[in-house]
């Protein structure tokens, strides 16, 4: 993150895919940055939306990130609500210490 931050300028445009609860976004908009936040999750999105409403540099859009525009069916994990994905292999990688027995629908524009 420190090597990110230290290569862009104020102003500069940062799309934080998979925002979370916005923990880096919140990071780059203290260097002056505009952010948009891509969270598929609707309660996550809620609390991106919560934290960051008196920012005027951070967006908040409720979506997802895929192949192409539709409906993908998102794993979530229940021993971790916040990790999600649209890709099966998270299973079976980093990720595989957690339940990934939660299912529910994400839009990608």
Known sequence: MHAIIKSLIPGDMIFDIGANVGDKAARFADQGMRIICIEPQIEIARILRSRFESNENIVVRQVGVGEKRGRLE????????????????????????????????????
């Open 74 to 109: 998102m794993r979530v994990s229940s021993t971790n609500p916040v990790l999600s994905t649209f890709a099966d292999h998270w299973g079976s990688g980093r990720f595989s210490g957690h339940r990934w027995d939660c299912k529910r629908l994400g839009n990608t524009p």
